[in-house]
């Protein structure tokens, strides 16, 4: 399951956007640091309007998005890789997640108390991003103390220490593992790590009601910080979208257009968060139910029938393929096929975003 972590200092809106990301959850939003120890967890749809579309082709009787799981993890403060405010353990639940989502506060409110006395997005991303930096570094001179010594004999000992020697450096100019240009042989030596510096990011840009639509001077400095390390900005208003969960369904695009905005933050946040995990979306549909598979870029078919069901994957034939636009444009399965549009797949075939499956196999 595909698990993104919500994190920053306390008091920024943390436990806020996850209540309105999981509508059921039941996180405390309270004004004080520490509010939320124990990290919350909560299944969220990943938004995709070709599932209606499919499903109206079909006729489907049910319609399965595909989701993402969201955890609120508790405030970080400068020390937390020194074990402040609880870090140890805040840090643990961070190595869990496969993307970390930074909320960063750009409003201004009186009765929300910031731990530092006063609003500056570049010294908070900063704090977070520096014990993030020295937790990995912690992590990678742990190893290269015991690596150090099979160096002296052994040769993969010796290719990690050049491994960990260069993302130690790094962590101590103060760069995320992020920003180094590792490849995949690299990656062996670091992936059992969990290395935090070295997931996924996405800056998340909490803004007031009022400046949803138009951003400020703070949110304009967390896209500065973003611009060099190459991540992503998206602006939200926490407390719009808790707003937005207590409205009929059908109000809730006339209160965003008042407010100058076409949809809700949330919505840009679960796609880019999705985006960002390098994650494909294939279809299946038909009579009974239209459903979003989730699978990684370059899986092979029988790879991406086995996100459905293993036997699927060691029975498969083939994969009756047809692209999304040219079922669309077809109207109908029968009508693609009709125009030579659908094709058989063998277990060569690399699947593509918005394909339309139908798999053929052995019980």
Request: charge should be negative.
């Given at each position: 399951?595909?698990?993104?972590?919500?994190?920053?200092?306390?008091?920024?809106?943390?436990?806020?956007?996850?209540?309105?990301?999981?509508?059921?959850?039941?996180?405390?939003?309270?004004?004080?640091?520490?509010?939320?120890?124990?990290?919350?967890?909560?299944?969220?749809?990943?938004?995709?309007?070709?599932?209606?579309?499919?499903?109206?082709?079909?006729?489907?009787?049910?319609?399965?998005?595909?989701?993402?799981?969201?955890?609120?993890?508790?405030?970080?403060?400068?020390?937390?890789?020194?074990?402040?405010?609880?870090?140890?353990?805040?840090?643990?639940?961070?190595?869990?997640?496969?993307?970390?989502?930074?909320?960063?506060?750009?409003?201004?409110?009186?009765?929300?108390?910031?731990?530092?006395?006063?609003?500056?997005?570049?010294?908070?991303?900063?704090?977070?991003?520096?014990?993030?930096?020295?937790?990995?570094?912690?992590?990678?001179?742990?190893?290269?103390?015991?690596?150090?010594?099979?160096?002296?004999?052994?040769?993969?000992?010796?290719t990690e220490m050049?491994?960990?020697?260069?993302?130690?450096?790094?962590?101590?100019?103060?760069?995320?593992?992020?920003?180094?240009?590792?490849?995949?042989?690299?990656?062996?030596?670091?992936?059992?790590?969990?290395?935090?510096?070295?997931?996924?990011?996405?800056?998340?840009?909490?803004?007031?009601?009022?400046?949803?639509?138009?951003?400020?001077?703070?949110?304009?400095?967390?896209?500065?910080?973003?611009?060099?390390?190459?991540?992503?900005?998206?602006?939200?208003?926490?407390?719009?979208?808790?707003?937005?969960?207590?409205?009929?369904?059908?109000?809730?695009?006339?209160?965003?257009?008042?407010?100058?905005?076409?949809?809700?933050?949330?919505?840009?946040?679960?796609?880019?968060?999705?985006?960002?995990?390098?994650?494909?979306t294939y279809f299946?549909?038909?009579?009974?139910?239209?459903?979003?598979?989730?699978?990684?870029?370059g899986m092979t078919?029988?790879?991406?029938?086995?996100?459905?069901?293993?036997?699927?994957?060691?029975?498969?034939?083939?994969?009756?393929?047809?692209?999304?636009?040219?079922?669309?444009?077809?109207?109908?399965?029968?009508?693609?096929?009709?125009?030579?549009?659908?094709?058989?797949?063998?277990?060569?075939?690399?699947?593509?975003?918005?394909?339309?499956?139908?798999?053929?196999?052995?019980?």
């Amino acid at each position: 399951m595909l698990r993104a972590g919500i994190v920053g200092l306390p008091n920024v809106g943390k436990s806020t956007l996850f209540n309105a990301l999981v509508a059921n959850a039941q996180a405390q939003a309270a004004n004080f640091p520490f509010c939320t120890i124990e990290p919350n967890k909560g299944m969220v749809s990943v938004p995709d309007p070709r599932l209606d579309v499919l499903t109206q082709i079909s006729d489907s009787e049910d319609t399965v998005p595909t989701r993402i799981e969201f955890v609120d993890i508790a405030g970080l403060v400068k020390g937390a890789s020194k074990g402040e405010g609880l870090g140890n353990q805040f840090l643990s639940h961070i190595r869990q997640v496969d993307a970390i989502a930074q909320v960063v506060r750009c409003f201004e409110n009186d009765d929300i108390i910031h731990v530092a006395g006063e609003i500056g997005p570049t010294r908070d991303i900063e704090i977070i991003n520096l014990e993030l930096v020295l937790a990995d570094l912690g992590q990678i001179e742990r190893r290269m103390d015991r690596v150090r010594k099979l160096a002296r004999s052994n040769k993969d000992a010796q290719t990690e220490m050049v491994v960990l020697e260069k993302v130690a450096e790094s962590l101590n100019d103060g760069k995320s593992v992020r920003q180094l240009d590792l490849d995949e042989d690299d990656m062996v030596f670091l992936k059992p790590l969990e290395l935090l510096t070295l997931k996924p990011l996405i800056y998340v840009a909490n803004v007031s009601e009022d400046e949803l639509a138009t951003g400020n001077d703070w949110v304009e400095q967390v896209r500065g910080v973003a611009a060099a390390e190459k991540a992503e900005v998206v602006v939200v208003s926490a407390q719009v979208e808790s707003e937005l969960i207590e409205l009929p369904e059908e109000e809730r695009a006339d209160f965003l257009e008042s407010l100058g905005v076409e949809e809700g933050g949330l919505q840009s946040l679960i796609r880019a968060t999705y985006d960002l995990l390098g994650l494909r979306t294939y279809f299946t549909t038909g009579p009974k139910e239209t459903r979003a598979w989730t699978i990684h870029s370059g899986m092979t078919a029988p790879q991406a029938a086995g996100v459905i069901h293993t036997d699927f994957e060691r029975g498969f034939i083939r994969a009756e393929t047809v692209a999304y636009n040219d079922l669309v444009d077809s109207g109908s399965m029968g009508g693609a096929k009709e125009k030579g549009l659908v094709r058989s797949e063998g277990k060569d075939y690399i699947v593509n975003e918005g394909d339309v499956l139908l798999f053929r196999f052995n019980v």
